[in-house]
Structures are given as C-alpha cells and as structure tokens.
C-alpha cells in the first residue's frame, strides 16, 4: 500500500516562506502518480491547494494560493514538494500530500485514496 510522509511544516510569521516536502514510502514511483497538496484549518473541511499530473504536463492552484505557492517534483529523489512563499495566518492548518493513479489533475479529495499524517503549518505574527 502507498504511504506517504510530509516533512516541513512549522511556525512561522506572516510574510515568510516554508517548504513543504512529500516524499513516497516503499518502492512506489511517485512519478506515476497524480499528486495533490490539501490542507485542513482548525474547524474547518479538508481543502484542495494544489495538483500535478505526471510529467509535470498540468498544475493547478486554489484561488487563494495562487501566486504564492508552487508545485514542483523531484524524480530523482521521488519527492514531492510545495514552496509556499508570502505566507498569511489563513494559511494555518495541516497540509496533506495524497496521490492517486489519475491522468486528471484534481483538488478534489474524493478523487484520491492513498495520504499522508499530514505536517502542521502554523503562521502567526
């Protein structure tokens, strides 16, 4: 079964930066995957950020983050990553990396079955 473990996440003021990274348990190829970036705020429902096709042919970006945050893949290290630049207190929350078999680029988390636990992103000033 496909796991996965986020790494990156903290606290940090407004207006900072953090990289998120998602990298692929076992032997799994995170290239063949559909991968999105989702976040959950306290009180709040799970959220799409970010999505990416295999060979990086289509990303896509919630609203609120687009401008602000990429997506990008490491072959070579079979990670993941979301850099999320010029951050605001409404992007506090856990960020969750999920994949799934899809040449569809979703931020829909009923289209993926396969996440991670999740890494906290607290931004406070």
């Known amino acids: 079964q496909l796991h996965f473990v986020e790494s990156g996440g903290g606290v940090v003021q407004p207006g900072e930066s953090l990289r998120l990274s998602c990298a692929a348990s076992?032997?799994?190829?995170?290239?063949?995957?559909?991968v999105g970036w989702f976040r959950q705020a306290p009180g709040k429902e799970r959220e799409g950020v970010s999505c990416?096709?295999?060979?990086?042919?289509?990303?896509k970006y919630a609203d609120s983050v687009k401008g602000r945050f990429t997506i990008s893949r490491d072959t070579a290290k079979n990670m993941v990553y979301l850099q999320m630049n010029s951050l605001k207190p409404e992007d506090t929350g856990i960020y969750y990396c999920?994949?799934?078999?899809?040449?569809?680029?979703?931020?829909?988390?009923?289209?993926?079955?396969?996440w991670g636990q999740g890494t906290q992103v607290l931004v406070f000033a």
């Open positions: 999920a994949a799934q078999l899809s040449p569809i680029c979703s931020q829909n988390q009923n289209d993926f079955h396969n």
């Open positions: 990416i096709t295999q060979r990086d042919y289509t990303k």
């Open positions: 076992g032997e799994f190829t995170l290239d063949y995957y559909m």
